[in-house]
């Protein structure tokens, strides 16, 4: 354990310090959980893209109803497999640290509730919201017609152009006046 | 600002990107902002380079070199940026190379810059690592959740806030007096003669053979051999220090320290409320944005165990399905008739009446307690052990016992009164706080009642001499009995009630257990509890300058004692409390205590006359004059200073202007909702318009 911090040399801790909202001990922090979730014959950490099975197995995300979007989102391959390599990985704990700032967190959660990922949330994305929330089995979720008020209710609090659909401005209007928003969009590792 | 109004929307079918976006503040920032820099917003597609607009330059490299550090300084960090990190590496070097054009002053400039900011950040890291039980919280946010977090670092809050009020009464009352033995100073001591009766003060240390149990006596009632301490006011029985260097007034800095230590709290209580201030008075925030902020913020991202995260669910669904009753109860109330309203409102009527009655009994019971109370110290009548500490703790106990049982008649009244469910909860609540803090209030006017009572004539000294030799002394032990048995009373509830209650639930399945059920963490019940706790600490500090540091060791142990409770004996909570009006309500519950915390102060500062046997206002009359008496000593021109703020031309001129300010914002406010309205019909209106084009 003792040669994966060395692997993270000071140019590279100080690059990463100005390109995320990270501190230096959560960098590292993160350096040692993401080693340890590489295979054992893979040597050099930065450049290897951890599945996304394996990440998520991390405690963190293993009980989050959106971990598979998260990874989706934040994830970079070119096979849109939702693999994170080490930069995607120090991406997605920047996004939801303390110092983040309200608009990138609204962006990426804009990104991460966006299901059907065409820009906008219309009401397919705010149903399969919905049951991400409450659970989804037959037992834990509204009723059709609670969920049409519920949604009818979401738009008309959030569509300003009532066009149907919320998009980024839209949405980033509605949490820049919701005051739980910052607390709760945060991972700490 | 003036472009939004001038837009004819016949002539600009926009190109104008931020028109699309809907009126916010940050908008209105960034409009300002990013004149040189193109648009960073991303309408409706994502990953793509934001594109930068080139700099264009008139004619000299001068100006070209302000635009471009103009821009550089505009652009927003590249951590803001929402892109990925190959993305950003490349907007750094784009943006190095195009710094590389500034001159060499520029580029130093550019460096520094950076230097200074990552220094900042270093510096912002270190601190926060030193916060107190950062860990704790941590473990307790990763299986709770957010709300329960808030009462945590609220109660930090208080341990930070009770050591820096001690630290001031230290460092201004206690040191000078500590150190008179190490330099060579002179105490001006009081030794009036005026009227000796009122300067006796019969000492209370118990002499020859003193049997155990009475220490304890002592030490759980601040009498006996803690009276004549530094504990409590009658001690400092000082008026001027005389250093070699100079004079100390220890009086003044006495009175100062006070309304030091009032202004400290109040300051530091509103800068911290004032970011959860603006979004919650602005608007009722259960009926405004109520679904989008449960949907979009509902979740939260750091609960990490699984049956947490189910509960979280369960109660998700709960609280969607009561809005969305709600909702519908709301239209069919619409509908309600003249003659339901009539009966509501009538049973309302007499509900609050009746919640009246029963204040107003529990505050009699608390005043026969309090005398009850002083008669029976003042007879010295000695029973026994247990029964002498009863008649000390009579007070106490009867507040308690009221704060215990109005709660669960208040929570059963509400439910006839026919309100919203938020609304019942306010309002129960609102009647909890009102209940918990006039109390201590009801105490302090029941004492003050018998000390300044003299029986038929007029008193001799201000004050009741012959059973108050140091009457503050004595409002200062019943502060102090107070607190103790605050702090006795939590501790034991948590082992003797909430444990058992745990075991009875886990291993004997029964009726009983079943209809009890597991402990739930009932935030705003605890919150009351240290805030009341924290509003005897202020009123009690100035009768007894360790209270505080006494508060602090207290919320420092309740701490692990909720914590441990918390992780043991409760479960989350169904109905959950949200972070953000959680803020809001403990600082303004904590406001409230605070104003109701400074009446007593003040009465017993400018009104009751100081006694004559002991502390350092024994050569005034009140309290105050120790204030009045030095500002005679300065010149002139202070002096004068000083009348003219105290006097009746400045305080109407000063009412008068802040009403003006005030109706300035409110009209302002009024303005910007108009535009808002406006906009949003716009948006509206271009939007149809875009179809009806393609």
Same mark, same amino acid.
């Given at each position: 354990m003792g040669t994966t911090a060395s692997q993270l040399d000071k140019g590279m801790l100080s690059e990463y310090q100005e390109l995320t909202f990270l501190t230096k001990q959560e960098i590292l922090l993160a350096y040692k959980r993401f080693s340890e979730l590489l295979?054992?014959?893979?040597? @050099?950490?930065?450049s290897y893209r951890i599945p996304m099975n394996a990440i998520l197995e991390l405690p963190e995300l293993k009980? @989050?109803?959106?971990n598979k979007r998260i990874c989706m989102v934040f994830s970079t391959s070119d096979?849109?497999?939702?693999s994170l390599s080490f930069d995607d990985f120090l991406d997605l704990l920047s996004a939801f640290s303390?110092?983040?700032?309200l608009e990138i967190k609204s962006h990426y959660a804009f990104r991460i509730f #966006?299901? #059907? #990922? #065409?820009?906008t949330l219309g009401r397919q994305d705010l149903e399969k919201l919905v049951n991400c929330l409450t659970g989804g089995t037959v037992d834990t979720s509204l009723t059709p017609e609670e969920m049409k008020q519920l949604i009818d209710n979401i738009l008309e609090e959030?569509?300003?152009?009532?066009?149907g659909t919320v998009n980024l401005s839209e949405f980033q209007h509605v949490i820049s006046r919701s005051p739980d928003f910052v607390s709760s969009f945060k991972i700490v590792l | 600002m003036d472009s939004v109004f001038n837009i004819d929307i016949r002539e600009h079918i926009?190109? /104008?990107?931020?028109?699309?976006?809907?009126?916010?503040y940050d908008s209105l920032l960034y409009r300002r902002k990013s004149s040189t820099v193109g648009?960073?917003?991303r309408s409706s597609s994502r990953g793509r380079f934001g594109s930068f607009s080139s700099? %264009?330059?008139? &004619?000299?490299t001068i100006k070209r070199q302000d635009d471009i550090e103009k821009s550089l300084l505009e652009?927003?960090? $590249?951590?803001?940026?929402? %892109?990925?990190m190959k993305e950003k590496r490349a907007v750094r070097d784009q943006r190095s190379l195009k710094a590389q054009d500034l001159s060499d002053w520029g580029q130093w400039r550019r460096n520094a810059r950076r230097c200074l900011k990552r220094l900042k950040d270093n510096a912002e890291d270190r601190l926060s690592s030193l916060k107190l039980w950062r860990s704790d919280i941590r473990q307790i946010e990763a299986r709770f959740g957010t709300g329960i977090l808030s009462y945590f670092s609220f109660l930090r809050f208080l341990v930070v806030l009770n050591l820096v009020i001690f630290l001031l009464m230290f460092c201004f009352i206690m040191l000078p007096i500590i150190i008179i033995p190490y330099t060579s100073a002179n105490i001006t001591q009081n /030794?009036?003669?005026? !009227?000796?009766v009122c300067s006796v003060y019969p000492s209370s240390t118990r002499l020859g053979l003193v049997i155990f149990h009475e220490h304890i006596t002592d030490l759980l009632s601040?009498? !006996? +051999?803690?009276?004549?301490?530094?504990? +409590?006011? !009658?001690?400092?029985?000082?008026d001027k220090i005389q250093y070699p260097n100079g004079t100390y007034n220890l009086a003044l800095a006495y009175l100062l320290a006070t309304i030091a230590y009032l202004l400290v709290s109040l300051i530091w209580i509103v800068k911290r409320s004032a970011t959860g201030f603006k979004q919650n008075l $602005? %608007?009722?925030?259960?009926?405004?944005q109520c679904f989008c902020n449960k949907i979009f913020? !509902?979740?939260? +991202?750091?609960i990490t165990n699984e049956k947490v995260a189910d509960l979280k669910r369960s109660s998700l669904l709960y609280e969607l399905r009561t809005d969305l009753e709600e909702e519908r109860m709301k239209q069919e109330k619409a509908k309600r008739t003249r003659k339901d309203k009539v009966q509501i409102y009538s049973l309302r009527l007499i509900l609050n009446v009746f919640v009246m009655a029963v204040l107003a009994a529990c505050f009699y019971s608390i005043y026969l307690a309090t005398t009850f109370s002083q008669e029976q110290q003042r007879k010295q $009548?000695?029973? =026994?052990f247990i029964m002498d500490l009863i008649h000390e703790y009579l007070p106490s106990i009867v507040i308690t016992l009221a704060n215990f049982i109005t709660p669960l008649l208040f929570s059963v009244i509400i439910n006839f009164e026919d309100y919203s469910p938020a609304f019942e909860i306010r309002f129960t609540l609102i009647r909890c706080v009102f209940m918990r803090l006039t109390s201590i209030g009801v105490l302090l006017f029941s004492l003050w009642s018998q000390i300044t009572?003299?029986?038929?004539?007029?008193c001799l000294c201000g004050y009741n001499t012959a059973l108050y030799s140091c009457w503050e002394t004595r409002v200062g032990q019943e502060m102090y009995k107070l607190t103790v048995f605050d702090f006795i009373i939590i501790v034991a509830v948590t082992i003797l009630v909430e444990f058992p209650r745990k075991l009875i639930v886990t291993y004997w399945k029964s009726g009983l257990s079943d209809w009890w059920g597991e402990q739930e963490f009932a935030i705003p019940q605890n919150v009351l509890e240290i805030v009341y706790g924290q509003t005897i600490c202020w009123i009690g500090a100035f009768y007894c300058p360790v209270l505080p540091a006494i508060c602090t060791i207290k919320y420092f142990l309740i701490f692990y004692v909720k914590k441990l409770s918390l992780i043991q004996n409760c479960r989350p909570s169904t109905r959950p409390f949200r972070a953000s009006s959680s803020n809001f309500f403990f600082l303004g519950v904590l406001l409230i205590g605070l104003s109701l915390a400074c009446v007593p102060v003040t009465v017993s500062v400018a009104q009751i006359n100081s006694s004559r046997?002991? &502390?350092?206002?024994? /050569?005034? =009359?009140?309290?105050?004059e120790a204030l009045t008496a030095s500002v005679m000593e300065l010149p002139h021109g202070a002096q004068t200073f000083l009348y003219a703020l105290s006097s009746e031309a400045f305080a109407v001129s000063f009412f008068v202007v802040s009403c003006l300010a005030m109706f300035y914002v409110i009209a302002l406010a009024g303005a910007h909702k108009r535009v808002i309205s406006q906009l949003k019909e716009q948006l509206v209106m271009v939007g149809s318009l875009q179809h009806l084009q393609v």
């Open positions: 295979p054992k014959e893979e040597t @050099n950490g930065l009980t @989050n109803p959106f096979s849109h497999d939702g303390d110092s983040a700032t #966006d299901f #059907d #990922d #065409d820009g959030s569509d300003i152009d009532k066009d | 926009p190109n /104008n990107p931020l028109l699309y976006q809907p009126p916010s648009s960073k917003r700099v %264009k330059s008139g &004619g000299s652009q927003r960090a $590249v951590r803001e940026l929402a %892109k990925s /030794n009036q003669d005026h !009227g000796s601040g009498g !006996g +051999f803690l009276e004549q301490t530094y504990l +409590f006011y !009658g001690f400092y029985k000082v $602005v %608007k009722d925030e259960d009926s405004f913020s !509902g979740w939260d +991202f750091c $009548v000695k029973v =026994n009572n003299c029986g038929d004539e007029p046997a002991c &502390g350092p206002f024994v /050569n005034y =009359n009140t309290s105050w």
